[in-house]
């Protein structure tokens, strides 16, 4: 029913001489939780990080094949990464506001970046609405001066996705986003993505099968063939049937635990 | 206390030795051959026994460090107090002729020191921290940064008087030989200052996380805005402490200031021309020439006249120094504490 809102053909990411992945294609569904599953080193954070060109960052790394948003090739020749990240946020594994900067100049730190005029009235009204988006408005509203690495973990994973969607991203890609957190902190995270659906295509890398089970609507299964060679696709579907009855024995062997 | 060495005396039974007085890999004594046998507490006795002796060392050392610190103030100021006033904060030594009255004063020194430390510190903050975002931000392995790095090691061990006659010479080629001015000693304490700059500030950008470079980016900025608005923000007090150390490691130096810059009676405010004198440079001046002479008893009764007051003079320009370090320092750490959000309230 929804439309497909990235559009991933033949993707290949190296590190230098070495290939990450391997011919990837894929379809992400919009307004829904897409969960990428798989074995530690076979590749998801890396191709999650291709999603928004985060991957060329770092040094020698490059990529072949192209993603689509909306129709439009993120890895066309005239276009800015900076744009594409302006439209596909981030959130990391570890939670990481800006330590120099108040609860307050983190939420708006994104638009600052840019150039976006968030000054007086209009910076307060976008700062609410970002905390309210991220379930944190209320636990912060009579501290927004203070810093942000004040905050206990789970609140600055929060203010972080607070800090993303500030911008009004069109996606939201989550690597791990809740490995580091207690199991409440980490219920409130679930809780969140499951809100935020509504309005984001919501892309989460998750090492807890669980989770992905709980959240996700679309699930997609990793693997890589040995070590050293580059990771891969091996399926990916509706999440109730990868986890009831995979087609490949081993998405079925690595669900139910007999690897990873 | 009596189920205890019930206990005990069945290990010592079993193995000779009770468990807690045996170390991994000993091997079992027995009854026969087992001299001492240690109870719980004698052991412990042992035990507190070594922790108090620790403690004393630890203690005793924290004291010997403490100690020089407060002498070095405490002499200064108890010494330096005596010539300390207004007139001596404003006067320089023009016309003060031996230990005769009127004494003279630090202005020039004063004046001279504040302008060559702060052109210095103007030329080479800016330099030493660009150089440092190069080599952190820019350039991590290549290697002109690792050239840079090597360099920067290489002049920091340059003894001071060699960056003295450095600039002295550098200036004699440039424009004529016994060129002597503030610039020559600004150009002087900038080969000193640049190695403390760059290291210091180099720790500093280095030590903010990748993660937060990642983050920023990721929320679009491009690379000069996160070098900006989140590496220098978040390295800033470290920024701070690597000009404070630079001002600490040249605002002391004598010997490079006396070749380059030179000694002088008359306050001289053009950095470009003619002699500039240091509060070095005045210590180590008045200190050397000793005893000052004094006219005939006679005289000296109708004019005072002070034998001591060449070294007078030093120690209290001495103090006047320690406290200039010490308000540098002050106002360092307050501009870093004020620019984090973290300490801003509303």
């Given amino acids: 029913m929804n439309e497909n809102e990235l559009t991933i053909r033949n993707l290949n990411a190296y590190y230098g001489g070495f290939q990450a992945i391997s011919n990837v294609n894929m379809n992400i569904p919009a307004k829904e939780v897409t969960a990428f599953i798989g074995p530690s080193g076979c590749g998801k ?20 094949g192209s993603i689509e948003l909306e129709g439009q090739d993120l890895y066309a020749h005239a276009l800015n990464p900076a744009a594409v990240r302006r439209h596909i946020g981030m959130v990391f594994q570890h939670p990481n506001p800006f330590p120099s900067m108040s609860i307050r100049d983190n939420v708006l730190s994104g638009l600052r970046f840019n150039s976006i005029s968030c000054k007086g009235e209009a910076g307060d009204d976008i700062v609410e609405w970002a905390l309210r988006s991220a379930n944190l408005w209320d636990e912060v509203k009579d501290r927004l001066n203070k810093p942000g690495v004040g905050l206990s973990g789970g609140q600055q994973q929060r203010l972080c996705i607070a800090r993303a969607i500030a911008l009004k991203p069109e996606v939201l890609l989550m690597d791990e986003p809740c490995s580091a957190l207690d199991p409440i902190s980490t219920r409130a995270i679930e809780d969140l993505i499951l809100e935020l659906k509504q309005s984001y295509t919501i892309v989460i890398v998750t090492h807890n099968m669980q989770q992905a089970a709980r959240i996700s609507q679309k699930t997609a299964f990793f693997n890589l063939t040995a070590v050293g060679e580059p990771g891969h696709l091996v399926e990916m579907g509706d999440t109730e049937a990868m986890f009831s009855h995979p087609n490949m024995p081993q998405t079925k062997s690595y669900i139910s635990g007999q690897f990873g | 206390m009596s189920l205890l060495t019930l206990n005990s005396s069945a290990t010592k039974a079993r193995e000779g030795k ?26 412990s006795r042992r035990r507190k026994l070594r922790s108090l002796l620790m403690n004393c060392v630890v203690v005793v050392s924290a004291c010997v460090v403490v100690i020089p610190v407060i002498s070095i103030f405490w002499t200064a100021l108890t010494r330096g107090i005596a010539q300390l006033s207004p007139y001596f904060l404003t006067h320089n030594m023009r016309g003060i002729v031996g230990g005769t009255y009127p004494y003279g004063g630090i202005f020039h020194a004063i004046s001279g020191t504040v302008e060559i430390t702060g052109v210095t510190m103007l030329i080479c903050a800016p330099l030493g921290i660009f150089a440092a975002i190069y080599i952190n931000e820019y350039a991590r392995r290549s290697r002109l940064s690792r050239l840079v790095v090597s360099a920067v090691n290489i002049m920091s061990g340059i003894p001071s008087i060699l960056a003295g006659l450095f600039a002295y010479a550098l200036f004699s080629l440039l424009s004529g030989v016994g060129t002597i001015n503030g610039f020559v000693g600004v150009v002087a304490l900038a080969v000193l200052a640049l190695p403390t700059v760059i290291k210091t500030s180099l720790e500093a950008v280095s030590r903010v996380p990748d993660t937060l470079r990642e983050s920023a980016l990721a929320l679009g900025a491009s690379r000069s805005v996160m070098i900006r608005k989140v590496v220098l923000r978040t390295a800033l007090p470290g920024l701070v402490s690597a000009v404070i150390l630079a001002i600490a490691r040249i605002i002391g130096e004598t010997a490079p200031l006396m070749i380059a810059a030179g000694i002088v009676d008359n306050t001289n405010f053009n950095l470009f021309s003619g002699r500039m004198m240091t509060l070095p440079a005045y210590i180590y001046n008045e200190y050397s020439q000793g005893l000052a002479t004094c006219p005939t008893a006679h005289v000296a009764s109708l004019m005072p006249c002070d034998p001591q007051i060449r070294i007078e003079r030093a120690w209290a320009a001495a103090l006047v120094l320690i406290l200039l370090v010490a308000v540098f320092n002050a106002v360092g750490h307050w501009v870093a504490r004020r620019s984090m959000a973290g300490s801003r309230h509303s």
Avoid at chain 2, 18 to 26: C, D, L, Q, V
């Fill in chain 1, 45 to 64: 954070s890396t191709f999650l990080r291709t999603l928004n060109r985060m991957h060329e960052e770092i040094e020698g790394a490059r990529v072949e």
């Fill in chain 2, 18 to 43: 009770h468990w807690f007085a045996r170390t991994p890999h000993e091997m079992p004594e027995t009854e026969e051959t087992g001299k001492t046998v240690a109870t719980i507490e004698s052991l």
